[in-house]
C-alpha cells in the first residue's frame, strides 16, 4: 500500500486591490509537513481554462520546478486597480508519512508567494527569461483534524503592501493504493507541461483528464523500502481511511445539495467514472458489514489478512470517490466556490474570537445629567476618587495584558485550516473588547421616498422613475473616508481594503478636499467636505438611477482622529439634509468627539499651546475649547447639541487606551474622573455627554447597533522611540496596520455590508 495525503489547491482569480506596482507577476505554490523537511509533490495539474491567446500570455504557461517541488502559475501583467485575472487551475500535491503515529500530531502548511517582475516595454516572449523575485508571501496550516477530508475557501491576501484578492479553495484527502511489488517505482508519478502549449489551448477540456495523472520519465518518485506493517498501522490505516472515505462522500452529498438549490434543474454531474454514486453508497454498507464482522475478532495473522484485504477496499474506493469529486469540481467549479465562500463567510467570525472579547449591553450608562446638583458632584468625585478606582484607561490596559497572557499559556485550537497571519503569531495580534448596544425599529423607511425627497431639496435633474423593476435588488453603497489632523487622503487605504473586502461593490470616496488645509475652522471644513461628497452622491446616484440598476442607496462614513469631527461638522451642512436618509454606517476610529476638555497628556498639550501660538490653528482652539470664553459658546460644544449620530443606523467607535494623543474618554464618548472632579466645567462635560449619548441610543426607524471598540495593540516590538515617548504609536499604529480591521468587520459584518 502507498498512502500518502493528497492536498489539491485550486486556484480561481488573483483581483488587483490596492498593488502599487504595474508589471508581470505569478503565483508560486508549495506545500510541506510541518516542522519537517518533507515537502509535497505536485502530482496533478489540471488548467480548467485556456488563457486568452494575446501577444502577452502566448508563452505563459504554468511551471513545476523539480528543485524545490514547487508550481508556479502562468505569468501576467497587472496594468490598472481591480483588475481581474482568471487562472482557474488546479495542481495537486502528495505528501508521504512514515507511520500513522507520526501524523497523528502533524500539520500540513500551504505557502503562497507573489513573484513579481517590472515592466521593461518588452513583451512577453520567454518566460524562462523574465527573472521574478518574491515580494509576498501567505501561509495556510492545515491540521490533523482536517488533513483527512476538507474543503476550504482560503483567500490569499498576501500583506499590506502588496493587497491582492487570490480567490482559492484547499481540498484535502488520505490516499492509499495498492501497488503490486513489479510497479513499485511507478507510484506517485507527476507530469510536466512546461514545453506543451496544446495543453492550454481551446480544447483543454479533450487533452486534460481530472481522473489521471501525467507521466514523465525523469519525474518518478520511488518508495522507499519498509518492514512490513504491524498488525496495529494496520488497523489504524483501516479507521483513517473508513473516516476519509465518510468525510469525501459527506462533503459530495453537501455539494451536490447546494448546487441543487442554486439551480432547481441541476443534475448531479459524473464525467466519465466508473463508479457510480449509487455505487459508491452500496460498497460503503458492504465495507461497514464487514468491518462489523471484523469487529469481535481476535487480532490475529487472518485478522491482519482482513485488514489488508480491508484496506485495499478502502483505498479503491476512495480512487473512484476522488476521482468522482475532482470531476465534479472540473463541471461545477463556480458553483462549489460560490458554496465554499458562503460556508466560510459565516465560520469567519469564529476565526478572530481568541482576540475579540464581545459583550452586549442593554444601554449607555451616563453618570452625569444635565443639571447636577453641588452635593451630587461631591459625592461622585468621594466615589471615584475611593481607594481601589481605576480609571477605564488603566483598567482596558490590564484586562488586555492578562488576555494576552492566557493565549500564550494555552496555544490557540482550531480544527478548520488556520491563516498564518493570524494563528502564525497569535500574542502580536491586536485585543479588542467591543461593547454592542441594539435598539429595534419602530418604524421601516422607503428608499423611494428618500431618494424622492433628495430630488426635491437639491433642485437637481435627479429624476426618479416611478416604479422600480420589481427584479431589482441590488444596492448602491457608498463609503466616505476621511483623514486627520494633517493627513493625507490615502491615510486610510488598509481600512478601505479591507472594505472592500468585506463588499466589492461599494463605491469609494478617499477625501482630498481638506488635505493640507486641517488649521482652519471646522465649519470651513465641513463645508469642503459636505461639496466634495454631495457632488460624488450626485454623480453615483445620477449614473445609478439612469441604468435602473439598484433599489436601495446606503452612505457611510469612515474617519481617523479629527476627520471624524470634520464629518460631524459636514452632516450640519444644509447642502447635506437630501442625503442624511441614506446614513448607514459611522465608523469612528480615534476620534476626540468630546474634545480635549481632560487630556492627561502634557507633552501633547504643549504642542497644542505651540500650535495655537505659532500656527493661529483655529481648529485646535476649538478643540480645546479656547474659541470662546463660554464654554458652552464653544463650538465643539455647540456641535454636540446637532443632531449627527443619530441619522446612522450603525455607529461604531473605535479607541485605544495606548493612544495618548485623543483623550480616551472623548473617543469613546464616556465619563471621566477628572470631569467628576470639576466643578466648574464639569456640568458642561455632562451636558456634551449625555446629548451625544442620546443621539446613539434615540428611537429610529430601523434596528440600530452602537459599538464601542477598545483596541489594545501589541507594541512590544516598537523599543524605544520619540513616538513612544509622546503617547503617538498607537494613534499612528491604526493607519499602519489592517488586524484591528479585520476582527472589527468580521465580528460584525452586518454594519459593512
Not at 469487529?295 to 470517490?321: I, Y
Not at 466560510?344 to 478572530?352: L, N, P
Not at 471646522?522 to 433599489?551: I, M, P, W, Y
Amino acid at each position: 500500500m502507498d498512502s500518502a495525503f493528497e492536498v489539491a489547491v485550486y486556484i480561481h482569480r488573483f483581483h488587483n486591490l490596492d498593488l502599487f506596482q504595474q508589471g508581470w507577476y505569478k503565483l508560486k505554490v508549495t506545500s510541506r509537513w510541518e516542522g519537517s523537511e518533507g515537502a509535497g509533490v505536485p502530482s496533478r495539474v489540471v488548467q480548467y481554462e485556456a488563457p486568452d491567446a494575446t501577444a502577452e500570455s502566448i508563452a505563459s504557461i504554468w511551471q513545476i520546478d523539480d528543485a524545490d517541488h514547487s508550481f508556479c502559475s502562468r505569468p501576467f501583467r497587472i496594468k490598472y486597480a481591480r483588475q481581474d485575472v482568471y487562472l482557474a487551475v488546479m495542481v495537486s500535491f502528495h505528501l508521504s508519512f512514515k507511520s500513522i503515529q507520526s501524523i497523528l500530531k502533524s500539520s500540513i502548511v500551504v505557502s503562497f508567494e507573489l513573484l513579481f517582475a517590472p515592466l521593461d516595454g518588452i513583451l512577453l516572449v520567454n518566460q524562462s527569461e523574465l527573472e521574478m523575485a518574491s515580494v509576498a508571501s501567505h501561509e495556510f496550516r492545515i491540521p490533523y483534524a482536517a488533513l483527512l477530508g476538507s474543503h476550504t475557501y482560503s483567500p490569499v491576501h498576501f500583506d499590506s503592501w502588496h493587497m491582492v484578492l487570490v480567490d482559492v479553495t484547499i481540498h484535502t484527502v488520505l490516499m492509499s493504493v495498492y501497488q503490486p511489488s513489479s510497479l513499485q517505482n511507478e507510484s506517485f508519478s507527476i507530469v510536466r507541461l512546461t514545453d506543451a502549449w496544446d495543453y492550454c489551448s481551446d480544447s483543454v477540456s479533450d487533452h486534460l483528464d481530472a481522473s489521471a495523472g501525467y507521466t514523465s520519465p525523469n519525474m518518478i518518485l520511488t518508495r522507499p523500502e519498509q518492514s512490513v506493517p504491524s498488525s496495529e498501522e494496520q488497523s489504524g490505516l483501516c479507521k483513517l481511511l473508513q473516516s476519509a472515505r465518510t468525510a469525501l462522500i459527506t462533503h459530495l452529498d453537501a455539494f451536490v445539495s447546494a448546487i441543487q438549490k442554486q439551480n432547481d434543474d441541476a443534475e448531479y454531474p459524473i464525467l466519465d467514472s466508473s463508479l457510480t454514486a449509487s455505487e459508491v453508497i452500496e460498497n460503503g454498507s458492504k465495507l461497514s458489514e464487514f468491518l462489523s464482522q471484523r469487529g469481535g475478532r481476535s487480532q490475529t495473522s487472518a485478522a491482519l489478512l482482513n485488514d489488508s484485504d480491508l484496506c485495499k477496499a478502502l483505498g479503491s474506493e476512495l480512487s473512484s470517490l476522488w476521482i468522482l469529486f475532482l470531476n465534479f469540481h472540473r463541471s461545477n467549479r463556480e458553483s462549489v466556490l460560490k458554496y465554499l465562500c458562503t460556508f466560510w463567510t459565516e465560520r469567519r467570525g469564529s476565526e478572530c474570537s481568541p482576540w475579540v472579547v464581545c459583550s452586549r449591553m442593554t444601554s449607555p450608562e451616563v453618570h452625569l445629567s444635565r443639571t447636577v446638583p453641588a452635593w451630587q458632584w461631591q459625592v461622585a468625585s468621594k466615589a471615584m476618587s475611593r481607594k481601589g478606582y481605576e480609571e477605564p484607561a488603566t483598567s482596558s490596559a490590564a484586562h488586555a495584558e492578562s488576555h494576552r497572557k492566557s493565549l500564550g499559556a494555552e496555544r490557540i485550537k482550531s480544527d478548520f485550516l488556520q491563516d498564518m497571519h493570524l494563528f502564525g503569531c497569535p500574542l502580536q495580534q491586536p485585543i479588542i473588547f467591543a461593547e454592542q448596544y441594539s435598539s429595534q425599529a419602530q418604524t421601516s423607511n422607503l428608499f423611494a421616498e428618500s431618494v424622492a425627497t433628495a430630488n426635491d431639496t437639491s433642485g437637481q435633474d435627479m429624476k426618479l422613475e416611478s416604479e422600480v423593476h420589481e427584479s431589482t435588488t441590488t444596492e448602491l453603497r457608498i463609503v466616505i473616508f476621511v483623514h486627520g489632523f494633517q493627513g493625507h487622503h490615502l491615510d486610510l487605504r488598509l481600512v478601505r481594503n479591507q472594505w472592500l473586502l468585506m463588499d466589492p461593490d461599494a463605491e469609494v470616496l478617499m477625501s482630498e478636499s481638506n488635505e493640507d488645509q486641517t488649521l482652519c475652522d471646522f465649519r470651513e471644513l465641513g463645508q469642503r467636505l459636505a461639496d466634495e461628497v454631495v457632488s460624488f452622491l450626485k454623480h453615483r446616484l445620477s449614473k445609478a438611477l439612469r441604468r435602473g440598476t439598484f433599489n436601495n442607496c446606503k452612505l457611510s462614513f469612515v474617519g481617523h482622529s479629527i476627520g471624524n469631527i470634520i464629518i460631524r461638522a459636514a452632516l450640519t451642512e444644509p447642502i447635506m439634509k437630501p442625503f442624511l436618509q441614506f446614513a448607514y454606517t459611522f465608523l469612528s476610529i480615534s476620534g476626540p468627539h468630546l474634545g480635549y476638555l481632560y487630556s492627561s497628556n502634557s507633552l501633547f498639550n504643549s504642542g497644542l499651546w505651540v500650535l495655537k501660538k505659532l500656527k493661529a490653528s483655529l481648529c485646535m482652539h476649538q478643540l480645546t475649547f479656547t474659541d470662546q470664553p463660554n464654554i458652552e459658546n464653544c463650538y465643539i460644544f455647540k456641535l454636540s447639541q446637532e443632531n449627527t449620530f443619530s441619522h446612522f443606523q450603525h455607529v461604531v467607535l473605535v479607541s485605544s487606551p495606548q493612544d495618548r494623543y485623543v483623550p480616551y474618554h472623548s473617543a469613546r464618548i464616556e465619563i471621566c474622573q477628572a470631569a467628576v472632579r470639576d466643578s466648574k466645567k464639569g456640568a458642561s462635560y455632562a451636558k456634551m455627554l449625555q446629548s451625544c449619548t442620546e443621539q446613539l441610543t434615540c428611537p429610529a426607524n430601523v434596528d440600530r447597533t452602537f459599538i464601542r471598540c477598545d483596541v489594545n495593540f501589541d507594541l512590544s516590538l516598537q523599543g524605544r522611540s520619540l513616538n513612544n515617548f509622546i503617547g503617538r504609536t498607537a494613534h499612528i499604529e491604526f493607519l499602519e496596520t489592517d488586524a484591528f480591521v479585520k476582527f472589527i468587520f468580521w465580528t460584525y459584518p452586518e454594519c459593512f455590508s
